[in-house]
């Protein structure tokens, strides 16, 4: 049976038609007109509706639930985007996609942060991506489609917050800004983000921008050409072209140089960049997911990080909670490392696993976990190699007589509730790390990794601090 066939059959009653609903919501019928044609003519067609003001959208909300809903924010009587406000407040959310005539997406922007998955700048290409868009946000596209939200551990309210936003924002072409503090899986989330996203096809590329000298920092995203400088004796692809179609990570973004950052915002701005030594602009299609340890509008009002930077980078905000706000969650987060640690591609559990004890379990939920969870898989590591001689029992209890004699972090006083030290005052941060210091002996690289940083972070902010090693002597 034919589709014509098929739906002209359920018109009559005698099948039920099961196609997916999409609600258009436009004035313009001409353009209406040739939307739902677009759709129609789909190998899979779905139902259209449509409706030309606020009042009878709401209307047809109201007899029953729709799959995708098309939107254009000028209707004759109102913001369209009342549209969504209403149906948030009766907890009714189906995915929207934004029709704006305002080719800056300034109305785009506000209104992807109230929920809107997309937006379509009308012109030419308009029906072309609607049709695209459709593709992915119909049922029928998603089913069977592993869910790369899920692959984050716990089944807490401060996770399943952060997989709400996740499942919200991945569809967005827009930025999102991912901050937490370190160890909490920013990166992990970013992934995320890139697998629920129409690019999940393309390639995720990710650069720690404070893991690389300042010199190469802008090679190194950009690329350069050949003769751009001493040694560069070929063209080199930088970060953004290889990203190209996908998505690039920007973790520790706060550490971009400053005269970079204004680069990276022509990139945003313009979707366009410069190779090192060269005179001619290329287009990029990529999207930014960047990560931060710090918060980025202190260092704005320091003026350490350009303002018009942050607002382009903070788009889309998904904050990952510290380990300690999530407690509840430490159960599973302790099988799913330990099946990490055991090596299986399946997140198999290694032979005899247990979780501790009662006692063991009540120990590990009141440390303060200022390495959050990537302190949590040093932990389960340690256990495994005593359990492995001598059951899970006992290599808890080694675990967590270690973990009682580790130091408290510089970063954090005892209880764990301030912020990453990156976060103090300069004069406070200088006390910080000369203690730090002295503790490893002015071995950076031993110093960097208790503060879960690149050494060349640590640099940086020691250079930031007037730190030297002459300073030595000063250390308490």
């Known amino acids: 049976m034919s589709e014509a066939e098929r739906v002209e059959r359920a018109a009559n009653g005698g099948e039920q038609d099961d196609r997916p609903i999409v609600l258009l919501i436009e004035d313009d019928d001409v353009y209406a007109r040739l939307v739902r044609d677009a759709l129609e003519q789909r190998p899979d067609p779905p139902r259209v509706r449509v409706a030309r003001d606020l009042g009878s959208a709401l209307t047809a909300l109201g007899h029953g639930s729709v799959d995708l809903v098309v939107l254009d924010r000028g209707l004759p009587d109102g913001d369209g985007l009342a549209v969504m406000r209403t149906l948030a407040a009766r907890g009714i959310e189906p995915p929207f996609l934004l029709l704006t005539a305002d080719a800056s997406a300034t109305s785009a922007v506000e209104a992807m942060r109230a929920g809107a998955l997309d937006y379509v700048v009308k012109g030419p290409e308009s029906l072309a991506r609607i049709d695209a868009l459709a593709s992915l946000l119909l049922p029928g596209a998603r089913r069977g489609k592993r869910t790369a939200a899920g692959s984050l551990v716990g089944g807490g309210v401060a996770i399943e917050g952060v997989r709400t936003l996740l499942r919200r924002y991945a569809r967005s072409r827009a930025c999102v800004l991912v901050e937490g503090e370190t160890g909490v899986g920013k990166e992990l989330v970013a992934r995320a983000l890139h697998l629920e996203s129409p690019r999940a096809q393309g390639p995720f590329v990710p650069i720690n921008c404070g893991a690389l000298p300042e010199h190469l920092v802008e090679s190194e995203l950009f690329g350069h050409v050949r003769g751009a400088f001493t040694g560069a004796h070929r063209d080199h692809p930088g970060l953004v072209e290889h990203a190209e179609h996908g998505t690039l990570f920007l973790d520790e973004v706060e550490d971009l140089p400053l005269a970079l950052q204004g680069k990276l915002l022509r990139l945003l701005q313009e979707a366009e960049y410069r190779p090192v030594g060269s005179t001619r602009a290329r287009r990029a299609d990529v999207r930014i997911v960047a990560a931060s340890n710090a918060e980025l509008h202190a260092l704005v009002e320091e003026r ?97 007589v270690q973990l009682r004699m580790a130091p408290a972090p510089p970063s954090l006083p005892q209880g764990g509730a301030a912020p990453a030290a990156r976060l103090v005052p300069d004069a406070a941060e200088r006390d910080v790390l000369l203690r730090l210091l002295a503790r490893h002996r002015w071995r950076r690289e031993a110093a960097a990794r208790e503060l879960g940083v690149s050494r060349v972070t640590l640099w940086r902010r020691m250079r930031r601090a007037g730190l030297t090693e002459s300073d030595a002597r000063e250390a308490p």
Do not use: K
Request: aromatic fraction near 8%; glycine fraction near 8%.
């Open 304 to 400: 350490r990080f350009r303002r018009d930077l942050f607002y382009r980078l903070n788009v889309l905000r998904i904050v990952v909670p510290p380990l300690r706000e999530r407690l509840e969650d430490l159960p599973d987060l302790l099988r799913h490392l330990a099946g990490v640690v055991a090596g299986g591609a399946d997140g198999r559990l290694p032979a005899g696993f247990s979780v501790p004890a009662t006692e063991q379990l009540a120990a590990l939920r009141e440390h303060a976990w200022p390495g959050n969870v990537r302190e949590l898989a040093n932990l389960v590591e340690r256990a495994a190699v005593v359990a492995a001689q001598c059951g899970w029992s006992a290599g808890w209890n080694a675990a967590l």
